[in-house]
């Protein structure tokens, strides 16, 4: 039986935690030299905490690189993206908080994967 709260994406894939009215968490990993499109979200800000490997983070065209344990807040309309430079698995959990949390609230500037 297919767990319903796990997708693949390209870069790798991510887990629904919990999906309420005011905030949704999810675990997600990204695959060695994967990244996401670089994005941003009207309806949504985003707390991001490294649980292993490293995370290398642009937001707002600034890069940072966070490892475990270490953490990036990422505001609402902020053009973001997180991108995995190592050879091990990142894996972070992702707090959604705002008004609406569907994955059809990101708009892509650019994409590896051709969905900008």
């Known amino acids: 039986m297919t767990d319903p709260r796990f997708e693949t994406r390209p870069w790798g894939s991510f887990t629904v935690l919990d999906d309420a009215t005011t905030h949704k968490v999810k675990s997600i990993t990204v695959l060695p030299g994967q990244r996401w499109s670089y994005q941003r979200h009207q309806q949504r800000a985003e707390h991001c905490f490294v649980v292993s490997g ?21 505001p609402t309309m902020a053009w973001h993206r997180i991108e995995n430079r ?3 698995e990142l894996i972070f959990v992702e707090v959604q908080h705002g008004s609406y949390f569907g994955e059809d609230d990101i708009e892509r500037r650019s994409d590896d994967y051709g969905r900008a």
């Open 54 to 74: 490293s995370a290398t983070v642009t937001v707002d065209d600034v890069e940072i690189t966070l490892r475990r344990g270490e953490y990036v807040d990422i």
């Open 86 to 88: 190592g050879g091990d």
